[in-house]
């Protein structure tokens, strides 16, 4: 027996609303596993699509189903979709404000004047578009070359793939290091990325590392830094300025930005730019996130050989935040105050730490996820994108 058309519509209706609710629902909720962080982070990137996606089946319970309880729960399901795809939406002018302060208090008031006018005329606007968000941000023209040998350690082939300017030049460095539980990534992730910064007037290095439990820390470090000796012997080659160079990170490969800027041997670096990283793996192994999505002391078992008890010294030694002790590159610390992976408030730490006698911003995005960026035209990146761009332009080219 089938039902009859408006019934089956309205049934339709009902079940794409509660769809759209769930898919909301995870800009609020905490996601307890892998595959639930996958729409926890995606949500809150994409809530101007869910919001309109809310609003449809909210017009259509209210002027096409007739049927009374079906029209209901698709009104219901639809409001508190629209209410929590609205609260990211909402919250975007007092972050902006926010943000702002926190660039002008780290960088001085006057930080965008020391940036040449000819840098700021090719920077984003405003800092969250929405013609943007649903036709892309441009990415402009660039040369791309891929598969670049840097090392071969114990056999292992590292590569990195070097975006540059459509026009040849010297530009300033900025080398990216890709995160992934330091088990897994590689030099494509965040491509369209690369390819914006490169369009901004740099080269941009994405660099490779060998991956834990195969290889532990500090194979990871020594990685990274053979990548940057390579980068500094062929800057030339590459149409790079190994005198001015910025190491940015996300999630491990902020943490390993962050050792590689901050060891008291550590190469001459303008800046880094940690978008979530790990930044004090003692306390991340005794207080893990609850939930806790990627099981974090298992991961930091894989990378560092063993559990807190059993080398303590260890954890000391991989943590950045233990590395504060002489003047440093300034920072730029960006984290989602709903980081389950990795906690806002240990960005927060290392910029209280930071801040007490070196250059340091941090930004806070409240509604964000871990990796937030992975959807690049998404709310949070469109927001980490603009100050991200401001701060490279302020520690490469200020005059």
């Given amino acids: 027996m089938f039902l009859k058309p408006k019934i089956f519509l309205s049934s339709l209706a009902l079940l794409l609303s509660f769809a759209s609710l769930f898919l909301s629902a995870w800009i609020i909720l905490p996601a307890p596993n892998m595959f639930l962080l996958t729409l926890a982070v995606g949500a809150p990137e994409v809530s101007p699509w869910l919001l309109l996606l809310n609003l449809l089946f909210l017009l259509l319970s209210l002027f096409y189903i007739r049927h009374r309880k079906l029209q209901r729960l698709v009104c219901i399901f639809s409001l508190i979709g629209l209410l929590t795809c609205g609260w990211v939406l909402v919250n975007i002018p007092p972050t902006q404000m926010q943000m702002a302060k926190a ?102 290095f994405a660099i490779d590392y060998r991956h834990a439990p195969q290889y532990q820390f500090p194979s990871q470090l020594d990685d990274v830094r053979t990548a940057l000796n390579f980068i500094r012997k062929h800057a030339a080659e590459y149409e790079a300025d190994s005198e001015r160079m910025v190491l940015l990170g996300r999630s491990a490969g902020a943490h390993l930005a962050m050792l590689a800027a901050y060891e008291p041997d550590a190469p001459p670096i303008r800046a880094v730019v940690n978008y979530y990283g790990p930044v004090n793996l003692t306390e991340g192994y005794k207080t893990p996130p609850n939930p806790d999505p990627i099981n974090s002391r298992a991961v930091l078992k894989a990378f560092l050989g063993g559990s807190l008890e059993e080398l303590p010294n260890r954890y000391q030694i991989a943590s950045p935040i233990n590395y504060l002790t002489h003047p440093l590159p300034p920072t730029l610390l960006i984290y989602g105050s709903r980081d389950h992976l990795v906690q806002a408030r240990f960005g927060r730490q290392m910029y209280e730490r930071l801040h007490d006698g070196n250059t340091a911003v941090f930004l806070e995005i409240p509604w964000a996820e871990h990796a937030f960026d992975a959807v690049f035209n998404g709310v949070s990146n469109q927001l980490a994108l603009y100050y991200t761009e401001r701060f490279l332009a302020w520690a490469l080219f200020r005059q």
């Fill in 103 to 204: 660039m002008k208090q780290g960088l001085g008031a006057n930080y965008l004047e020391q940036i040449p006018v000819k840098v700021r005329a090719k920077m984003q606007t405003h800092s969250f578009d929405l013609a943007n968000f649903f036709r892309g941000i441009p990415l402009g023209k660039t040369r791309h070359q891929k598969d670049i040998l840097f090392a071969s350690p114990g056999g292992v082939p590292l590569k990195m793939e070097v975006y540059q300017p459509s026009e040849v030049g010297k530009y300033p460095a900025v080398v990216v290091i890709y995160g992934g539980a330091w088990q897994y990534g590689n030099t494509h992730a965040n491509s369209e990325f690369n390819q914006y910064i490169a369009n901004q007037g740099y080269t941009v």
